[in-house]
């Protein structure tokens, strides 16, 4: 049962519009949620996570808004940029127990120029 | 700047073959935990460590072993590589003893089992 889900595999934007990549989760004892950028042959790297007690948290070009009552995270990046071009992970994590990190499918996103 | 490196960027192995994934973390991180990563199922947790010698099975343990000696290195055991193993693995680790905490990856070996 795939507890968090990115329902878009891929996504295409024009340089210099906003890019936003979604994430849902079925978990409501999930309390903490970050993003992570993969370029091919590398491993994922952080970006930006947000803890449950907020809506939203902003790292420069990179904000990424939680909905609880709708289970709902987004990733916003604005302006797009070409190096933005990569696959991205959302992943959850429970407020107890392991730090384990549950992870949706990825969003593949290509930035056109 | 944590770093995290794996053995190997690419291997090739044939069926039936015991297969080791070394992973090294330089700061002194007490969690690591091993992936892999197949196209539209993201990363699946295999194992995971809280401390030396200590190991925890994640969502997709059957087929693999772990080990952990020292702190600082993770290693993932093949026993019997199968062909279903072919995938691009990759490690991570993470502070420990805290909450709600960031996980850092290294850059992953593919490996294929022919």
């Known amino acids: 049962d795939q507890q968090v889900k990115q329902n878009s595999p891929s996504l295409s934007v024009q340089e210099g519009r906003i890019s936003i990549l979604n994430c849902d989760y079925t978990?409501?004892?999930?309390?903490?949620f970050l993003w992570y950028k993969k370029y091919p042959a590398e491993g994922p790297t952080f970006l930006i996570s947000?803890?449950?007690?907020?809506d939203k948290n902003e790292d420069g070009r990179f904000t990424v808004f939680l909905n609880k009552s709708a289970k709902h995270l987004s990733l916003h990046i604005v302006p797009s940029q070409p190096g933005d071009s990569a696959v991205y992970f959302c992943?959850?994590?429970?407020?107890?127990?392991?730090?384990?990190?549950?992870f949706g499918q990825g969003t593949r996103l290509t930035i056109n120029p | 700047d944590v770093k995290v490196t794996q053995s190997s960027r690419y291997l090739v192995k044939r069926t039936g073959e015991k297969v080791f994934l070394e992973c090294v973390q330089d700061?002194?991180?007490?969690?690591m935990f091993w992936y892999r990563q197949d196209p539209g199922l993201g990363l699946r947790l295999i194992y995971f460590?809280?401390?030396?010698?200590?190991?925890e099975k994640g969502d997709i343990p059957e087929g693999y072993s772990v080990s952990r000696e020292k702190k600082e290195r993770f290693s993932l055991i093949l026993e019997s590589a199968s062909t279903n193993q072919t995938s691009m693995y990759l490690c991570?680790?993470?502070?420990?003893?805290?909450?709600?905490?960031?996980?850092?990856f290294g850059p992953g070996t593919r490996l294929l089992v022919l």
């Open positions: 460590s809280y401390d030396v010698k200590m190991k």
């Open positions: 700061m002194d991180h007490e969690n």
């Open positions: 978990n409501s004892m999930f309390d903490y």
């Open positions: 991570a680790s993470s502070l420990g003893g805290g909450y709600q905490e960031t996980q850092y």
């Open positions: 992943a959850a994590s429970l407020i107890q127990g392991a730090q384990k990190l549950v």
């Open positions: 947000i803890s449950s007690i907020k």
